[in-house]
């Protein structure tokens, strides 16, 4: 983190800082240092032979529930396990900082709110939950299915009960996109932490942002195929960049009360 120098993190601050709506884009990467993988990195042990898209699609449930119903409670109880990191923590402490705040993630998991963010728009669905494939029920999960060899039946119509995800090449849920079109097309400040911007549509809502005029802050290790479009670019783990850069925000916000007050 020492690498980004201190004013293109003071500048970055102030950007969020004129601000009066950001919208924060999260991917897998903010949960990369709370222990759960990213897709593209490799798969851990027993499901290294198979790729996620073998795996997280209608197809490969249709053709084999019970090995995708397995993969879903192996990840299941990874994301149980794991903790939030810093940089959930400093998106939710930026949630207190700014007028508004529209918290986007692509991530399944619930580390945002188990940080205290609030009102965390779910684009791609939560591990957590579950419903039925065929007739969309909310299922609640026992215990006894998480050691299950196949996926539990819908107590409804039979069907096969499925995590609440969106699998590849599958819509994204309409209310959560259309919170996130909304969030977006009113913001003057867009954050895009740990995403590589090739999931689609998710990785149009930066672009977007853009194009209306507003400014693009992009937190990464890697280049990614947002960095085009990025006002600014701070390379680093989210873990380390996001605290720093919510306390250059945090410290602004404070100077200028001590300006105004008395
Ligand atoms: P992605 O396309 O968002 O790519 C991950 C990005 O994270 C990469 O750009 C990588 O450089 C970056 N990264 C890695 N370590 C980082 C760190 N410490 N700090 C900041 N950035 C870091 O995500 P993906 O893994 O390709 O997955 C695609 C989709 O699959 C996700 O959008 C999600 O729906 C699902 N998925 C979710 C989870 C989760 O909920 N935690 C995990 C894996 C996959
Ligand atoms: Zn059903």
């Given at each position: 983190?020492?690498?980004?120098?201190?004013?293109?993190?003071?500048?970055?601050?102030?950007?969020?800082?004129?601000?009066?709506?950001?919208v924060?884009?999260?991917?897998?990467?903010?949960?990369?240092?709370?222990?759960?993988?990213?897709?593209?990195?490799?798969?851990?042990?027993?499901?290294?032979?198979?790729?996620p898209?073998?795996?997280?699609?209608?197809?490969?449930f249709?053709?084999?529930?019970g090995?995708?119903?397995?993969?879903y409670?192996?990840?299941?109880?990874?994301v149980?396990?794991?903790?939030p990191?810093?940089?959930?923590?400093?998106?939710?402490?930026?949630?207190?900082?700014?007028?508004?705040?529209?918290?986007?993630t692509?991530?399944v998991?619930?580390?945002?709110?188990?940080?205290?963010?609030?009102?965390?728009i779910?684009?791609h669905g939560?591990?957590?939950?579950?419903?039925c494939?065929?007739?969309?029920?909310?299922?609640?999960?026992?215990?006894?299915?998480r050691?299950?060899?196949?996926?539990p039946?819908?107590?409804?119509?039979?069907?096969?009960?499925?995590?609440?995800?969106?699998?590849?090449?599958?819509?994204?849920?309409?209310r959560?996109?259309?919170?996130?079109?909304a969030?977006v097309?009113?913001?003057?400040?867009?954050w895009?932490v740990?995403?590589?911007?090739?999931v689609?549509p998710a990785?149009?809502?930066?672009?977007?942002?853009?194009?209306?005029?507003?400014?693009?802050?992009?937190?990464n290790?890697?280049?990614?195929?947002?960095?085009?479009?990025?006002?600014?670019?701070l390379?680093?783990?989210?873990?380390?960049?996001?605290?720093?850069?919510?306390?250059?925000?945090?410290?602004?916000?404070?100077r200028a009360e001590?300006?105004?007050?008395a």
């Amino acid at each position: 983190m020492g690498h980004i120098p201190s004013e293109v993190l003071e500048q970055a601050a102030a950007l969020v800082d004129q601000a009066d709506r950001v919208v924060c884009l999260t991917g897998a990467g903010v949960s990369a240092e709370s222990g759960i993988p990213t897709f593209r990195d490799a798969q851990r042990g027993l499901w290294s032979r198979y790729r996620p898209e073998e795996l997280a699609s209608p197809e490969a449930f249709d053709a084999h529930p019970g090995r995708v119903w397995r993969w879903y409670m192996w990840r299941l109880g990874l994301v149980e396990r794991a903790r939030p990191n810093p940089g959930h923590r400093a998106l939710a402490q930026l949630a207190r900082l700014v007028p508004h705040l529209t918290l986007i993630t692509q991530n399944v998991d619930s580390l945002h709110e188990a940080a205290g963010s609030p009102d965390v728009i779910h684009l791609h669905g939560r591990l957590d939950r579950f419903r039925c494939h065929d007739c969309e029920q909310p299922y609640a999960l026992r215990p006894q299915d998480r050691e299950a060899d196949r996926p539990p039946s819908c107590p409804r119509c039979g069907g096969r009960v499925r995590p609440d995800v969106v699998w590849f090449g599958e819509p994204l849920p309409p209310r959560p996109w259309q919170a996130a079109l909304a969030a977006v097309a009113a913001c003057d400040c867009m954050w895009a932490v740990g995403t590589s911007g090739v999931v689609y549509p998710a990785a149009q809502l930066p672009q977007m942002a853009r194009e209306r005029g507003a400014r693009l802050l992009v937190v990464n290790p890697e280049p990614t195929e947002l960095d085009p479009w990025a006002t600014i670019t701070l390379s680093g783990p989210s873990g380390a960049v996001l605290p720093a850069l919510v306390a250059r925000v945090a410290a602004r916000r404070s100077r200028a009360e001590s300006r105004g007050g008395a």
